[in-house]
């Protein structure tokens, strides 16, 4: 069998209970759910973190955070791990990304390994096709050229905004917020890059491509601040246009990035709530939209029935739950439990899988459908093949129908709320690592165990509590006892792994010396 051609979809921030797929009734994702059902969806997937950094990491390389190391902004991935583009690479394909977000397309962390081509439509300067712009030749090419120039000169000083703990904390300023948000191009831009995507493979299609494709794209839509078209807020949020208070509502929340990821001292009102989580929906809507257009033309391909579409989130967010806004402190399953599709009409028929599953094995999928691997250092071919999620599939479950995330908290937002809020550190544990698993029972329940700092803190049963409404630690202490057992013993061997590989940069941050004790003590710095 020839080698598929390969597109790996990450939808940022894209919450699994928002899409169709997954029992959302407001009609959010028609065209997701129409190309869904062509395929396998897997009911419980699980994010290995709660943020875009060391998720993506994950996603690249198959390792858990603990193992790759990679949890902070400041970090790259370690020479040692082979990244999945790289070995694409290696294997023949072009490889090509697409990207909206600037924590994988502009920080120097290693994500951009093995692409031969990666256009980063995030920061200050973007990196788009010729194509993209509406002037005519010569002009693109010479605007392409002065771009390449100032990116060149731009982008160790976005580089170290992403990366600086000061550049960080100014950057919350409510009056700058709208400043990197907009201009800077903090999401992207998201539909301009799926129309780039289905001109490319348009032409792709014209010319034929000689070699097999091997395509990344990051969509950040669903990621404050919220601005989605009029007509999407219209059909999820009808009463926005009339309300000055809803819209005074917004506005406040799109300036304020802060309150992103803080947790909340006291909880939403009621109409800030509504807001939050009807423009979070329009938001779904108009990327589902845009996305129709990429679907019609993967539909219309000649290879379309050997073309291997994965569609999965890197994390959720959010919304006011459990007392937190956003995705950066806690393992609920607003944050870890995600999306996931496989659609390759010409090898799977389409079903649904139940059993917990890691998205980490995004890596070892996409490589096994590749066939012969290249002798790449780091890579493990048996590995590859065991850990592929066609095993599960094929109703073989490599990892005990389990899935595993591990929550470090992004220290520039923790020294955020020191200098903002120090009281909430101690009150919402923000400092506090958390561990969860979701497992499947021989009962037939689904029981997820979140661990905070190394101890059994809270038992949910998903299959009777989806939204982890009631805690049955106490009731069930001998499945909590087994599930924290199972935690040790992957966190122990994740350590070994850790320690078997190549460090990736440390952190740099000025913090006071009981918050360094603290992080030492948890393991965060050396």
């Given at each position: 069998?020839?080698?598929?051609?390969?597109?790996?979809?990450?939808?940022?921030?894209?919450?699994?209970?928002?899409?169709?797929?997954?029992?959302?009734?407001?009609?959010?994702?028609?065209?997701?759910?129409?190309?869904?059902?062509?395929?396998?969806?897997?009911?419980?997937?699980?994010?290995?973190?709660?943020?875009?950094?060391?998720?993506?990491?994950?996603?690249?390389?198959?390792?858990?955070?603990?193992?790759?190391?990679v949890t902070q902004s400041s970090h790259?991935?370690?020479?040692?791990?082979?990244?999945?583009?790289?070995?694409?690479?290696?294997?023949?394909?072009?490889?090509?990304?697409f990207c909206n977000n600037p924590l994988?397309?502009?920080?120097?962390?290693?994500?951009?390994?093995?692409?031969?081509?990666?256009?980063?439509?995030?920061?200050?300067?973007?990196?788009?096709?010729?194509?993209?712009?509406?002037?005519?030749?010569?002009?693109?090419?010479?605007?392409?050229?002065?771009?390449?120039?100032?990116?060149?000169?731009?982008?160790?000083?976005?580089?170290?905004?992403?990366?600086?703990?000061?550049?960080?904390?100014?950057?919350?300023?409510?009056?700058?917020?709208?400043?990197?948000?907009?201009?800077?191009?903090?999401?992207?831009?998201?539909?301009?890059?799926?129309?780039?995507?289905?001109?490319?493979?348009?032409?792709?299609?014209?010319?034929?491509?000689?070699?097999?494709?091997?395509?990344?794209?990051?969509?950040?839509?669903?990621?404050?601040?919220?601005?989605?078209?009029?007509?999407?807020?219209?059909?999820?949020?009808p009463y926005f246009r009339r309300s000055?208070?809803?819209?005074?509502?917004?506005?406040?929340?799109?300036?304020?990035?802060?309150?992103?990821?803080?947790?909340?001292?006291?909880?939403?009102?009621?109409?800030?709530?509504?807001?939050?989580?009807?423009?979070?929906?329009?938001?779904?809507?108009?990327?589902?939209?845009?996305?129709?257009?990429?679907?019609?033309?993967?539909?219309?391909?000649?290879?379309?029935?050997?073309?291997?579409?994965?569609?999965?989130?890197?994390?959720?967010?959010?919304?006011?739950?459990?007392?937190?806004?956003?995705?950066?402190?806690?393992?609920?399953?607003?944050?870890?439990?995600?999306?996931?599709?496989?659609?390759?009409?010409?090898?799977?028929?389409?079903?649904?899988?139940?059993?917990?599953?890691?998205?980490?094995?995004?890596?070892?999928?996409?490589?096994?459908?590749?066939?012969?691997?290249?002798?790449?250092?780091?890579?493990?071919?048996?590995?590859?093949?065991?850990?592929?999620?066609?095993?599960?599939?094929?109703?073989?479950?490599?990892?005990?129908?389990?899935?595993?995330?591990?929550?470090?908290?992004?220290?520039?937002?923790?020294?955020?709320?020191?200098?903002?809020?120090?009281?909430?550190?101690?009150?919402?544990?923000?400092?506090?690592?958390?561990?969860?698993?979701?497992?499947?029972?021989?009962?037939?329940?689904?029981?997820?165990?979140?661990?905070?700092?190394?101890?059994?803190?809270?038992?949910?049963?998903?299959?009777?509590?989806?939204?982890?409404?009631?805690?049955?630690?106490?009731?069930?202490?001998?499945?909590?006892?087994?599930?924290?057992?199972?935690?040790?013993?992957?966190?122990?061997?994740?350590?070994?792994?850790?320690?078997?590989?190549?460090?990736?940069?440390?952190?740099?941050?000025?913090?006071?010396?009981?918050?360094?004790?603290?992080?030492?003590?948890?393991?965060?710095?050396?």
């Amino acid at each position: 069998m020839n080698q598929p051609d390969i597109l790996f979809i990450v939808l940022d921030t894209q919450r699994a209970d928002r899409l169709g797929l997954y029992g959302c009734e407001r009609n959010t994702s028609p065209h997701i759910d129409r190309f869904a059902a062509e395929g396998v969806i897997f009911d419980q997937a699980i994010s290995p973190a709660q943020w875009t950094i060391p998720s993506h990491a994950s996603l690249f390389t198959g390792r858990y955070p603990t193992a790759h190391q990679v949890t902070q902004s400041s970090h790259s991935l370690s020479p040692d791990l082979p990244h999945l583009a790289e070995v694409m690479r290696a294997a023949g394909y072009e490889t090509i990304g697409f990207c909206n977000n600037p924590l994988v397309g502009i920080l120097n962390n290693g994500f951009k390994r093995g692409f031969d081509t990666f256009y980063n439509y995030g920061g200050a300067i973007p990196s788009v096709p010729e194509s993209s712009t509406t002037l005519p030749w010569p002009l693109n090419h010479l605007l392409e050229s002065y771009t390449q120039f100032l990116r060149r000169i731009s982008y160790p000083i976005q580089n170290f905004f992403g990366q600086s703990d000061l550049a960080f904390r100014v950057s919350l300023n409510a009056w700058l917020t709208p400043l990197w948000s907009r201009f800077a191009n903090f999401k992207g831009q998201n539909a301009r890059s799926v129309r780039d995507v289905v001109h490319f493979l348009q032409k792709r299609e014209a010319q034929g491509g000689e070699r097999p494709l091997f395509l990344f794209l990051n969509l950040m839509e669903t990621h404050l601040p919220f601005w989605p078209p009029a007509e999407f807020i219209d059909k999820m949020a009808p009463y926005f246009r009339r309300s000055k208070e809803a819209r005074a509502i917004l506005r406040q929340w799109n300036r304020e990035a802060y309150r992103w990821a803080a947790p909340l001292e006291k909880p939403l009102g009621e109409l800030e709530s509504r807001v939050l989580h009807d423009l979070y929906d329009a938001e779904v809507a108009y990327q589902d939209d845009y996305l129709g257009a990429l679907f019609a033309v993967l539909r219309q391909r000649r290879c379309q029935r050997e073309t291997l579409t994965l569609i999965v989130a890197d994390h959720g967010d959010g919304l006011g739950e459990h007392s937190y806004f956003g995705h950066a402190f806690v393992a609920y399953q607003e944050l870890v439990h995600v999306p996931l599709v496989l659609h390759w009409p010409e090898r799977w028929q389409s079903q649904r899988i139940a059993v917990p599953v890691s998205t980490r094995r995004v890596f070892h999928t996409l490589l096994d459908a590749v066939g012969a691997l290249p002798d790449v250092p780091g890579l493990n071919p048996t590995e590859v093949r065991n850990l592929s999620l066609a095993q599960s599939i094929n109703g073989r479950f490599p990892e005990q129908q389990a899935a595993y995330s591990e929550v470090y908290p992004p220290l520039n937002f923790v020294k955020a709320i020191e200098r903002r809020q120090p009281h909430l550190l101690e009150q919402f544990r923000c400092l506090a690592m958390r561990r969860a698993v979701v497992k499947t029972t021989e009962e037939g329940d689904t029981l997820k165990l979140i661990q905070v700092d190394d101890a059994a803190d809270e038992l949910f049963d998903l299959r009777q509590d989806p939204i982890e409404a009631q805690d049955v630690l106490a009731e069930r202490p001998l499945a909590a006892a087994a599930l924290n057992q199972e935690i040790e013993r992957l966190t122990l061997n994740l350590q070994r792994q850790r320690d078997s590989l190549t460090a990736g940069a440390g952190v740099s941050m000025e913090l006071d010396d009981s918050l360094m004790q603290r992080l030492r003590g948890l393991g965060y710095l050396d």
